[in-house]
């Protein structure tokens, strides 16, 4: 069967339920608006999301960690045009064409035309991400993604003095 990818609309689960919203790149200014306030603000990660400039996706973003925040500001202060999970990626069906396994990148950065994929699993834990980007990386030859892990993370964080969870 041949590989396709999937628009996604607002779904929240990370490995996969797909919805139906465009996407495409970022071409116009970056958009912005009022957020939201979280049913449960202390599980809300986007409850304590700025006003983003270099934003250009559609909707508000809603991270999964402080990780994937403190990216997103980094991201924003040096004003590097990005979107959040736009696109979700088919990595196997099954014979009825159901999708059985995919894969949804944190971050697009359109003027680079690159994925990024955020993790701050210990390392010993990420085998099955590396496996999903290997899969990724066969399938969408033409897709280029980078998997930034924890280490990495943390790295960043002690360069640009970011504060990052543990």
């Given at each position: 069967m041949r590989a396709s990818a999937v628009d996604v609309g607002d779904v929240r689960d990370r490995e996969g339920a797909l919805g139906g919203r465009h996407w495409s790149k970022c071409t116009s200014a970056p958009c912005g608006g009022a957020y939201p306030k979280p049913l449960l603000p202390?599980?809300?990660v986007?409850?304590?999301t700025p006003d983003f400039q270099a934003y250009c996706g559609a909707g508000v973003p809603r991270f999964a960690n402080d990780a994937e925040l403190e990216c997103a500001k980094l991201l924003d202060y040096y004003r590097v045009p990005w979107e959040y999970e736009p696109r979700t990626f088919v990595l196997e069906e099954a014979e009825d064409g159901t999708v059985v396994e995919a894969f949804r990148p944190d971050f697009y950065l359109p003027d680079q035309d690159l994925y990024l994929e955020v993790t701050v699993m210990k390392q010993s834990l990420v085998t099955r991400k590396n496996r999903?980007?290997?899969k990724?990386?066969?399938?969408?030859?033409?897709?280029?993604v980078k998997l930034f892990y924890k280490r990495d993370i943390e790295r960043l964080a002690e360069r640009y003095q970011?504060?990052?969870a543990s």
């Amino acid at each position: 069967m041949r590989a396709s990818a999937v628009d996604v609309g607002d779904v929240r689960d990370r490995e996969g339920a797909l919805g139906g919203r465009h996407w495409s790149k970022c071409t116009s200014a970056p958009c912005g608006g009022a957020y939201p306030k979280p049913l449960l603000p202390f599980l809300d990660v986007a409850s304590e999301t700025p006003d983003f400039q270099a934003y250009c996706g559609a909707g508000v973003p809603r991270f999964a960690n402080d990780a994937e925040l403190e990216c997103a500001k980094l991201l924003d202060y040096y004003r590097v045009p990005w979107e959040y999970e736009p696109r979700t990626f088919v990595l196997e069906e099954a014979e009825d064409g159901t999708v059985v396994e995919a894969f949804r990148p944190d971050f697009y950065l359109p003027d680079q035309d690159l994925y990024l994929e955020v993790t701050v699993m210990k390392q010993s834990l990420v085998t099955r991400k590396n496996r999903k980007l290997r899969k990724l990386r066969e399938r969408y030859p033409e897709i280029r993604v980078k998997l930034f892990y924890k280490r990495d993370i943390e790295r960043l964080a002690e360069r640009y003095q970011l504060e990052l969870a543990s």
